[in-house]
Structures are given as structure tokens and as C-alpha cells.
């Protein structure tokens, strides 16, 4: 059982260092790519942790918190903010949104329990077009919302693509520093890097309270946890809530690192590549850890920046690789998926 546990990380990491062979990637063109990926995106796979602690499994539904990161995003830079003061009031006015949303979610969830990740997922679907018809026609209609440089020519609904640079590297550049190796001048993005740890720290820091033990009891058997006299359906809310807002935070460190806003897609594969990157550390729909999720998304995003190259070397096509990986992504949380219903199946019939 441990040695399976490894075998799913072991084969990217496999995947990853032929990829490098194949591509001849430099270290300083991996590594400067690494610490970039690395910053903005491990923020939205923490994100995944707490619904797995409690028993909700895999949360889909992360899509939901990445809409409400850009709605704040859009806000803030349609309202003037910029630098680190714009970066903090997008936080702060993706937060009240964040919860609303994690509400609704987690009412959801409750009203659908076993079937979590079903729910979530078509939850995050539903969002999507409720999101879109928002930004595609009450924005300049029934809101007004007058900026030229962000609504489309008719006069109603915002550009496919939203300017982000009043706020873009607001958090990297806070503290700048330069690493040259091999006469590539790398960016380092250390307050990222500072702000991952503290939420990696405030996650472990908050598996160890005693919300968190309620969490892990509820995990472990949730009618079990209710005899104990656990609120489980309030804490269910809680962890929801808890995952949408920090996944509504996640996004928004992703964007200032972009410095552009794709309006109508830029969440829709939040919640696949998340889980994704959680899935291949070797984390189950029952179980994960901080290490996993730092661990996971490090090989993941490795391998989105080496297949495109590998699959140009090895095809001459670098669109093969693109396919590679998006096959890689879906395959890893399908096995995930299948194993789950197989584990739950047997667990089931012991009983």
C-alpha cells in the first residue's frame, strides 16, 4: 500500500526528467519557469485541502471561488486601485463575495451528500453561465459601468480580455531580488513565496484546532461524528466556505502574476489543473497533506512547461504535448475518482 502510494508521483517525476532529456531544457529556463508557477498557483491546491479533511472529498466546486476573486479583480482595477493597496482591497472585497458563494455551495452540498464532487462540478457549470450572462449583459445594461477601455464597443458587457497591470506583480515585486544563473536574470518572487507559507502554516495550524479535529472525525465516519455530537452539516458549511475563500484568494494571486484577465475562461480549468496537481503527489479523495499539494503542484506544473517543448522535440509539433498533458490531467482524477468508488464499494460490502 506504500509503495502505490509513491508510484503515481514517481511516474511524473519519471515524465518530467525525460521530458527534460528529450527538450534539452536548460536548469536556469526550468527554474525560472518553476518559481513563477510555483508561487501562483499553490495558493488554489491548498485551497483543496480542507473539504478533503472533512469528509467532502475533492471540491470541484473551487471554480465558484475563482469567479469571486475575479470579480474583485475587475472591481478594483475599474475603480482606480493599483499596487499592493489594489491587490489588498481585491482580497478584501473577494472575501464578502467568496463567503456568499461558499454558502451557497455548501447548502448545496448538504442537500446532496455522497455525491460532493458530482454536485460540485456541475455546481461550478451552473455558476459559469450565471457569470457569464453577468459580465456579457447587465454590465452596461442594468449596471452602469462606465470604462470604455473594459466594456465592448456596443456600449454593454465586458472585453474577452481585462487589463490587470494596475495591480500585476503587486505581491512578487513587494520584495524584489534577481538570481542570475547561467546569464538568465530569474525573478524571485519572494513575498509569494512568504504568503504560501503562511497559508501552508495557517493550514496545518488549523488541522491541529479543534474545528480541525472535528473536520477529521467527520472525515473519518461522519455519522460517528454526529453521535459524538459534532454539527456536521454546520461544519460541512464552514469547510465550503473556508475552500471558496481561499480559492477566491488563490485566483487573485494568479492574475497579479499574469497581469491579464481572460474574462470568460480564465476559471473554467481552475478546479481540473488543482486537482489535478493534488492528485499526483500521491493525495486521494479521502486524504492529502500540505506536503502533497506543494509536492503535486510542483510536478504538475513541471511537466506543463516541459511537454510542449518535449512534444515539439520528439514530434515536431509542440501542440502534441499540449494534448499530453490535458490527457495526463483528466486521466490522473478519473483513476482518483475510480479508485474511490472502488475503495467505497468494499468498505460498503465489509460493513
Not at 204 to 211: A, C, E, K, S, Y
Request: glycine share 10%; aromatic share 12%.
Amino acid at each position: 500500500m506504500r509503495s502505490s502510494r509513491y508510484a503515481v508521483p514517481l511516474l511524473f517525476l519519471a515524465l518530467c526528467l525525460f521530458g527534460i532529456w528529450a527538450a534539452k531544457i536548460t536548469p536556469a529556463f526550468l527554474l525560472g519557469e518553476m518559481l513563477v508557477r510555483l508561487g501562483r498557483n499553490s495558493i488554489l491546491v491548498l485551497s483543496l485541502l480542507i473539504p478533503i479533511l472533512a469528509g467532502l472529498g475533492l471540491n470541484f466546486g473551487i471554480v465558484i471561488g475563482a469567479m469571486a476573486g475575479q470579480v474583485a479583480a475587475i472591481l478594483a482595477v475599474h475603480w482606480g486601485f493599483s499596487g499592493i493597496g489594489g491587490f489588498a482591497f481585491a482580497m478584501l472585497l473577494a472575501t464578502p463575495v467568496g463567503i456568499v458563494f461558499g454558502w451557497l455551495t455548501g447548502s448545496l452540498f448538504n442537500r446532496a451528500k455522497g455525491r460532493e464532487m458530482v454536485t460540485g462540478l456541475i455546481a461550478g457549470f451552473f455558476a459559469n453561465g450565471i457569470y457569464q450572462l453577468f459580465f456579457l449583459f447587465a454590465i452596461g445594461t442594468i449596471i452602469p459601468f462606465d470604462n470604455p477601455g473594459m466594456v465592448l464597443p456596443q456600449g454593454f458587457g465586458l472585453r474577452n480580455t481585462v487589463d490587470l497591470t494596475p495591480i500585476q506583480y503587486a505581491v512578487d515585486d513587494l520584495i524584489r531580488f534577481r538570481w542570475n544563473m547561467e546569464g538568465t536574470s530569474l525573478r524571485v518572487p519572494i513575498a509569494s513565496y512568504v504568503v504560501v507559507g503562511f497559508f501552508c502554516w495557517l493550514t496545518l495550524f488549523f488541522f491541529r484546532t479543534r474545528m480541525g479535529q472535528q473536520f477529521r472525525a467527520m472525515g473519518q465516519d461522519p455519522h460517528v461524528a454526529e453521535i459524538a455530537g459534532i454539527p456536521v452539516e454546520r461544519n460541512r458549511l464552514l469547510a465550503t466556505i473556508l475552500s471558496t475563500v481561499l480559492a477566491a484568494w488563490g485566483q487573485l494571486f494568479f492574475l497579479q502574476n499574469i497581469g491579464t484577465l481572460n474574462t470568460y475562461n480564465s476559471h473554467e480549468q481552475v478546479g481540473m489543473f488543482a486537482i489535478a496537481a493534488l492528485l499526483v503527489s500521491g493525495a486521494t479523495v479521502s486524504k492529502a497533506t500540505v506536503g502533497q499539494a506543494i509536492l503535486g503542484t510542483l510536478l504538475f506544473h513541471t511537466l506543463f512547461v516541459v511537454s510542449p517543448l518535449a512534444g515539439k522535440a520528439l514530434a515536431g509539433d509542440a501542440q502534441t504535448g499540449e494534448y499530453f498533458r490535458v490527457f495526463v490531467a483528466y486521466a490522473v482524477i478519473t483513476m482518483a475518482l475510480v479508485l474511490h468508488a472502488w475503495q467505497a464499494v468494499r468498505r460498503a460490502r465489509a460493513a
